[in-house]
Every structure is written in C-alpha cells, then in structure tokens.
C-alpha cells in the first residue's frame, strides 16, 4: 500500500455456481485467462487481498474467491470437510484459469488447501506461493477419545454468532490483537470480514467454522502430498510469526526442503502471520520476484 493508505486498484465481484454453491469472486484488472488466484486464510475473505493487488504491477490480472462458508460465498447446507476445498479448487480453476497451468499464491488455510492440491493436481499449477500454510501440528492417536468428545460437547451446544456493535469496534479488536495494523487496514478487514444485522455487524463467515474437526490432523498424508508437488514452491514465514515455534521439529528450513523438489524459502523481517495485512509491498516484493525467476 502506499503511504496515503487508500485503494489503488477498485475490485469488482462475480458470482459463480461452484458444486452447487454460489461462489463469490473478487477481480482487479483486466479480464485474463491467466490471472494470479488469490486464495484467502481462516475466516477471511478475498477482499483482504487488496493491499497485496494495490501493491503489484497494474498489468497483472488478479482474482479472489471466497471458500465456501466465508466471505461472500454460501454457507454449505450441513458440515464442512476438508477435502471440499480440493474439489472446489479444482473447479474454481477450471473456471477462472481454463487452458493453463494456474499461478497461486495462498496464505495459511488458503496455502495449505494449495499446497496439497499441488501434489493431488499435480501438472495444474505453473507454481505457487505459500504464507504460512504448512498445516497444523503433528496429533496423536491418542487423542481420538478427547477430540470426539469436544467436537460432540460443541454440536450439542450449537456454534456462537459473533457480532459486534460497529465496524470501528472490530477494527479496534484486530488492532489490539495485531499492532502490525494501520488504523486504515483494520477498518477495511473489519469491513470485510463482517456483515450488517439490523444496527449491528456480524462476521461473515459461517459459525459452524468454529466448531472443532472431530478428525484430527494427519500430518503425514500433508507430507505424502507435498512430495508429490512438482513446481517451484516459494514459502514466506513471518518473523514475528508463531508457525515454528507451534510446528517445533516440523517447522524448520530443513523440514520443509526435505518434503518439496523445488522450494525457496523467506522469512519477513518484522511480519506475523498475518503479513499479507501487515506488510504488503514486501509480500508482493518477494511474488513478483518469485515470478520473475520461475518463468
């Protein structure tokens, strides 16, 4: 972004059918069969990808959907599963990137769905660019009785509605979660994130997200996946970010280059997790490099 901290390029929004689910999907450019996808975290949306597009070349096609449950995108009819978002990612892409490999870049959930799509799809991508989106720590099977039983004590007890009296409310939250943020782009995440009910606002994004998996993570199908991966692969940790620490042995360098052919990665001087929000020219700095030197 720049220093005025104002919109550069506006967006505009389309509406697709996605497995029997309208999609939205936010554009900046040019119309292009060969658009950069945005792919968006954890109860975000692809609006938030704004100051990523205002800070990239004006000839790039850029373009964001919503996963299914958040943004602006419908909320599915019952649970959601992971594997969804593979299938919804393929036809997203066969949609908005018809006749090419697609390049990617995906930040945290939205990195992690790609980066195992790359290794399920894996002549569909030309190469991808991943923020933080390496998975969730290794589990035990062990823990099987204890996740069950949370998951079953939250579907009894129904998932929470957060709403909030105004926009400037939230913005002062994500402020004070993340000092990262300028007042500016605090406002437009709120903005974003949320929608009006009466005189309040409500996050946008499906509660039944916030109810737990009842299955737990397993890491070792991700790193079958992420063998598979044949294309240039850029990961950029934040700084400031807990992804190592939280990861411990699984969240070094010389993990991660155990695991993919052709990986680079980069660490964000001063960034969190959230560096897309909080640092923008830098992360498409280290793109359009990233571009540049794949092809």
Not at 78 to 89: G, I, N
Not at 150 to 158: A, T, Y
Not at 196 to 221: F, K, M, T
Request: with cysteine; proline share 6%.
């Amino acid at each position: 972004m720049s220093q005025s901290e104002s919109i550069r390029r506006p967006a505009r929004y389309e509406e697709l059918q996605v497995r029997g689910l309208r999609h939205r999907v936010v554009w900046w450019g040019k119309p292009s069969e060969t658009p950069l996808v945005l792919l968006h975290g954890f109860k975000d949306s692809g609006l938030t990808w704004q100051f990523v597009v205002d800070c990239l070349p004006d000839t790039w096609s850029c373009v964001a959907p919503d996963w299914r449950g958040f943004g602006g995108t419908e909320w599915a009819p019952a649970s959601y599963w992971f594997p969804d978002y593979f299938a919804d990612l393929d036809a997203l892409l066969d949609a908005l990137v018809p006749h090419h490999p697609a390049r990617v870049v995906g930040h945290s959930m939205g990195g992690h769905i790609a980066s195992l799509f790359a290794g399920i799809r894996t002549r569909r991508l030309s190469w991808l660019v991943n923020l933080e989106g390496m998975g969730l720590p290794r589990s035990s099977p062990a823990a099987a009785p204890a996740r069950y039983r949370e998951w079953m004590d939250q579907v009894r007890s129904g998932p929470k509605t957060q709403r909030y009296h105004s926009v400037e409310q939230l913005a002062t939250l994500l402020r004070a979660r993340n000092p990262r943020l300028t007042a500016f782009r605090a406002g437009f995440i709120a903005e974003a994130w949320t929608r009006a009910v009466g005189e309040r606002r409500e996050l946008a994004a499906d509660p039944q997200h916030s109810i737990v998996n009842p299955l737990l993570y397993r890491r070792d199908e991700a790193e079958a996946c992420w063998r598979a991966v044949e294309v240039p692969v850029l990961l950029l940790i934040g700084e400031e970010s807990e992804l190592r620490e939280r990861l411990g042995a699984d969240g070094t360098d010389a993990y991660f280059r155990s695991l993919f052919q052709d990986i680079r990665i980069a660490t964000m001087p001063g960034c969190g997790h959230m560096m897309q929000h909080e640092d923008p020219q830098s992360v498409a700095d280290r793109i359009m490099e990233f571009a540049r030197a794949a092809g």
